[in-house]
């Protein structure tokens, strides 16, 4: 059988791969596409773990060093591709299973199966060999399937005939697994085993170098079990694969893996005349046969190589344009040099743009992100700079109808300066994730609202539990107070102590207003209102505040339109922001600004609102107030509107939840920024009151 393999020629062989090519899995042909890169990958050093004891394919010889077929033949891959590799040699079972364990780069010699094709990637094979089975020479023949009936199968653990005797339970036969070919044939010859079934061309190698005896194969031909052998990579490795794909394909093509063949496997195809035993009569008209010859066949292989190459690069550059457009992702390439960048027509009409309305530069590209993401965006850009390669990035970016959509963006630098290390052309995709975030934030708008219910459920009954137990406690307290104070018997003593009860009982009903505020279920009285002017009317209190240690600036914005509110609720909302404001300056000056602005609002833009970030799209009244105070960690930012939580010595912790309680009752929205050293900016939105249409 192997003379029978032998003689097939070199040309038949390379048809046959090419056959096993096609057959390959789908992820090694997407991967051939992206092999057609025109930047040159980066030297790299894989690790190829492989099997030691696997003559004449793989196996370490005398010198302690790695060889055989699968060696040399992966030397010549690596070097055809530019990179280099570490062999990890060592018996199957073990680098089989940390190949599975995602361990190594590369799986150097391991047969195609369709159970192993759902866990890793296999290359285009480089070399099939028929299985055979072996038996004692005195044993009973083996002609059909149905004389393995009742017989002990020795095979490799975890290999190729591992799994086509696992298929077939209808042989009846007894598997025993060894860890090598060796194993098996002498498992064979002491009985523990009736057969073994192996590569022939192996097995038989084995058998001759090894001198065992006593073993011959079988009559019977397993025509649906070969073995074909291939590189392995971990799943989804697809730019690998397609150097080794094209690594495989130009060895072939260059005459290296004839070479490489005939050194450890035997000749393509005999020769039994050779043109030396020839030169003592026609020498003369061989040296011109020859030259023609080899001129004639330089020519059609020079031919055949730039049309193989370019019926490739077509067919590369369609499967590229095919996998983009079912990708639905949008492709870009920056020219940094220039200044330029390339877009795809995906890229715009993901946005709704067409290439007129978008500059094909940087600046045209950032005057769409969200003011929120730019400074993301931009240290990205710096960290680019500084030597990184590869990112990946999530950001807000307008379309062409003023909506936002949430993109992510994933890029490689694939050039750069070789001198300054600057890059200079950087390619990516860009990806519509917005459906995705949208559901992550209705997801966690959803839980925030159940908590914030929860919570707001429990304070809200004790918040009126409190007050009714208060109201009767008080309604005691501040009743006998008043007709104690009536009594003249009184001394100034006792009228002192007795304002003293009637101080603590008012700041005691105090306490529960402001509980029943953040709770949502205070007294309200609501009026149609202007926010300018309850802002005004509040800056004299602010103002003779005596702790007042900072500057208030008001810039407000005239025709604000009404909002409805309740006026003594509004005040008491701006009063506890100055003050927390002028509390943050500390014993320090400071500057506090108050502005008022209608803001047109689109839906989903406030993500991190309270106390819901699902506030409609429409037009809103904001009030902004902040400050050049110390600021906040975010750890304290988290917490600022939990009842009784308070930073300051004196103070209840009551102050800023009932802010949220109001801004709640009257369906606005609250957001915070703070940042230690930088100060902290509250933007209130309020809805106000539908404008009547001006009458012409």
């Known amino acids: 059988m192997r003379q029978l393999f032998s003689m097939i020629s070199s040309r038949r062989r390379l048809r046959l791969a090419g056959c096993l090519a096609a057959l390959s899995l789908v992820p090694g042909m997407v991967a051939a596409q992206t092999s057609e890169s025109p930047v040159a990958p980066a030297r790299q050093q894989l690790t190829i773990l492989m099997e030691h004891r696997s003559a004449p394919f793989s196996f370490i010889d005398p010198e302690g060093k790695p060889a055989g077929f699968a060696?040399?033949?992966?030397?010549?891959?690596a070097e055809d591709q530019g990179f280099e590799v570490k062999f990890d040699q060592r018996p199957w079972q073990a680098v089989y299973n940390d190949f599975l364990q995602g361990r190594g780069d590369i799986l150097g010699l391991v047969g195609f199966s369709e159970e192993r094709a759902r866990l890793m990637d296999f290359s285009i094979a480089y070399e099939l060999m028929h299985c055979r089975l072996y038996v004692h020479e005195n044993s009973e023949p083996i002609r059909t399937t149905t004389d393995l009936a009742g017989k002990r199968i020795a095979v490799i653990r975890n290999a190729i005939t591992h799994e086509y005797v696992e298929r077939h339970p209808e042989w009846r036969v007894t598997l025993v697994p060894c860890d090598t070919l060796t194993e098996c044939l002498a498992a064979v010859q002491s009985g523990r085993a009736d057969v073994a079934l192996g590569m022939q061309f192996v097995t038989d190698y084995i058998i001759r170098t090894q001198g065992i005896i006593g073993i011959e194969s079988t009559e019977l031909e397993l025509r649906d079990m070969n073995y074909r052998l291939c590189f392995a990579v971990h799943r989804g490795e697809t730019r690998l694969l397609a150097r080794l794909n094209d690594g495989l394909t130009n060895?072939?093509?260059?005459?290296?893996?004839?070479?490489?063949?005939?050194?450890?496997?035997?000749?393509?195809?005999?020769?039994?005349?050779?043109?030396?035993?020839?030169?003592?009569?026609?020498?003369?008209?061989l040296a011109l046969l020859?030259?023609?010859?080899?001129?004639?066949?330089?020519?059609?292989?020079?031919?055949?190589?730039?049309?193989?190459?370019?019926?490739?690069?077509?067919?590369?550059?369609?499967?590229?344009?095919?996998?983009?457009?079912?990708?639905?992702?949008?492709?870009?390439?920056?020219?940094?040099?220039?200044?330029?960048?390339?877009?795809?027509p995906r890229w715009y009409a993901m946005l709704g743009y067409t290439?007129?309305?978008?500059?094909?530069?940087?600046?045209?590209?950032?005057?769409?992100?969200?003011?929120?993401?730019?400074?993301?965006?931009?240290?990205?850009?710096?960290?680019?700079?500084?030597?990184?390669?590869?990112?990946?990035?999530?950001?807000?970016?307008?379309?062409?109808?003023?909506?936002?959509?949430?993109?992510?963006?994933r890029g490689?630098?694939?050039?750069?300066?070789?001198?300054?290390?600057?890059?200079?052309?950087?390619?990516?995709?860009?990806?519509?994730?917005?459906?995705?975030?949208?559901?992550?934030?209705?997801?966690?708008?959803?839980?925030?609202?159940?908590?914030?219910?929860?919570?707001?459920?429990?304070?809200g009954v004790l918040a009126g539990?409190?007050?009714?137990?208060?109201?009767?406690?008080?309604?005691?307290i501040i009743g006998n107070a008043s007709l104690l104070r009536l009594d003249h018997h009184c001394d100034a003593n006792t009228t002192a102590q007795l304002d003293k009860i009637a101080s603590a009982a008012n700041r005691a009903a105090d306490l529960c207003r402001q509980l029943l505020a953040y709770a949502g279920k205070g007294a309200l009285t609501i009026e149609r209102l202007q926010l300018n002017d309850v802002i005004r009317d509040t800056a004299h209190m602010v103002e003779l505040s005596p702790s007042r240690r900072a500057s208030v600036d008001y810039v407000l914005s005239p025709n604000l339109p009404a909002i409805e509110a309740d006026p003594a609720h509004l005040q008491q909302v701006i009063v506890n922001l100055l003050m927390n404001a002028n509390d943050a300056m500390g014993d320090s000056t400071g500057h506090i600004r108050v502005e008022t602005k209608v803001r047109q609002l689109v839906r989903g833009e406030l993500i991190d609102a309270l106390p819901s970030s699902d506030l409609p799209a429409g037009s809103y009244v904001k009030l902004e107030i902040s400050d050049t105070g110390c600021g906040m960690p975010p750890e304290v930012t988290r917490q600022i509107f939990d009842p009784f939580y308070t930073t300051k010595s004196t103070g209840r912790g009551l102050g800023l939840p009932a802010v949220l309680g109001i801004v709640r009752s009257l369906n606005g929205a609250l957001t915070v920024r703070s940042k230690?050293?930088?100060?902290?900016?509250?933007?209130?939105?309020?809805?106000?009151?539908p404008v009547p249409p001006t009458v012409l």
């Open 251 to 285: 060895v072939r093509a260059n005459g290296t893996y004839d070479r490489i063949y005939e050194k450890w496997l035997g000749p393509l195809q005999p020769r039994k005349l050779r043109w030396r035993d020839f030169q003592p009569y026609v020498l003369p008209a």
């Open 290 to 344: 020859g030259v023609a010859l080899v001129a004639f066949g330089w020519q059609r292989r020079m031919l055949a190589r730039i049309s193989k190459h370019s019926a490739a690069l077509h067919e590369s550059e369609e499967r590229l344009s095919l996998v983009l457009e079912a990708s639905q992702d949008g492709f870009w390439d920056w020219d940094v040099a220039k200044g330029e960048i390339l877009r795809s």
């Open 355 to 409: 290439p007129d309305d978008i500059e094909n530069s940087r600046e045209g590209f950032v005057g769409l992100l969200h003011p929120d993401d730019l400074e993301r965006v931009l240290t990205n850009e710096r960290e680019i700079q500084k030597g990184r390669d590869h990112f990946s990035l999530e950001f807000r970016i307008r379309t062409k109808s003023g909506e936002w959509k949430w993109a992510l963006d």
């Open 71 to 77: 060696v040399d033949l992966t030397r010549a891959v």
């Open 676 to 689: 230690p050293g930088h100060g902290t900016v509250v933007r209130i939105y309020f809805p106000h009151v």
């Open 412 to 459: 490689k630098v694939v050039l750069r300066d070789p001198v300054t290390r600057k890059p200079l052309r950087i390619t990516g995709t860009q990806t519509d994730i917005t459906a995705r975030k949208i559901s992550e934030q209705e997801s966690e708008t959803l839980q925030r609202k159940m908590q914030e219910t929860q919570r707001l459920e429990s304070l």
């Open 465 to 476: 539990g409190v007050a009714h137990d208060f109201n009767n406690l008080l309604t005691v």
